[in-house]
């Protein structure tokens, strides 16, 4: 838990406000979970957005965690995947993402741990019959999942990156280990990390923004933005768009 103490200390001043390079846009969507409906509302909500600003090239980042949970993980990798050769679109991975990858190369004990953190609803989105999941049988949930979850989209999801830096920011999924220069840092901090992360005060040489710690509202710091808002619980899929100096958010709700 946070302390309240260290809540309460204030936050160091950052040498300038972080910018995007001229001529660039980035609008950054925190965790999807299998929310293809909401995910598309957004796309919507954004789409009008930028059409009454300024003409800029705008580079999409999706945090990661974009599985499980929620009911169609399989219909929102196919249309991240489409993708795929737009250089204005980056996918980065998030826990998730890493969990179901193991689990799906059949690594000891990771099916256990991917079923219990929503990987049945992403399963079920691939055609596991749900009376399987229901009966919880592991071993043949991962024969299943090995027949119903093609082997190409196992290889895309263990190929994406775990961050991006554009300009003053960088985009990561859960965070990165404070005082660790970012070419040193651990894959499973970036996909993983929160307390260590949340509570630093630390300058971690660009603005963070993040997902995974999901909250209702937005969460911003002078070092880090969450936006995370719980889109498989709240409804709520949000993302923070940034032009030179400015930042904005687009929500669902």
């Known amino acids: 838990m946070r302390s309240l103490a260290n809540s309460l200390m204030p936050w160091p001043r950052r040498r300038r406000t972080p910018t995007i390079p001229d001529g660039q846009r980035v ?10 409906d909401i995910l598309g509302h957004l ?3 954004i ?8 003409a ?7 945090l990661g965690d974009f599985i499980d949970r929620g009911p169609d993980s399989a219909a929102v990798v196919d249309l991240l995947r489409a993708f795929d050769s737009d250089p204005h679109v980056t996918v980065l991975m998030g826990n998730h993402e890493a969990m ?8 000891a004990g990771a099916m256990a741990q991917w079923l219990a953190m929503g990987g049945d609803a992403a399963l079920a989105s691939w055609g596991v019959p749900h009376r399987l999941l229901d009966q919880g049988d592991v071993g043949a949930i991962a024969e299943a999942a090995a027949a119903q979850v093609p082997g190409d989209v196992i290889d895309w999801l263990e190929a994406l990156p775990h961050y991006v830096a554009i300009g003053d920011y960088l985009f990561v999924h859960a965070g990165v280990r404070p005082g660790v220069a970012l070419e040193d840092q651990e ?7 929160r307390d260590e992360f949340l509570d630093s005060r630390a300058d971690h040489g660009r603005m963070v923004i993040h997902g995974h ?7 911003e710091r002078r070092n880090r933005i969450g936006i995370d808002t719980g889109a498989y619980w709240t409804g709520r899929l949000t993302a923070l768009c940034l032009q030179g100096t400015e930042r904005w958010l687009v929500s669902t709700g």
Do not use: K
């Open 47 to 54: 789409d009008a957005d930028l059409e009454a600003r300024d």
């Open 100 to 107: 179901a990858v193991d689990a799906l190369r059949g690594r």
């Open 56 to 62: 800029g090239a705008t580079q999409i980042v999706i």
């Open 213 to 219: 710690s999901a909250e209702e509202d937005v969460s």
């Open 187 to 193: 894959p499973g901090d970036l996909l993983w990390i």
């Open 27 to 36: 609008c950054a969507i925190g965790d999807i979970h299998g929310c293809l």
């Open 43 to 45: 796309f919507e909500r």
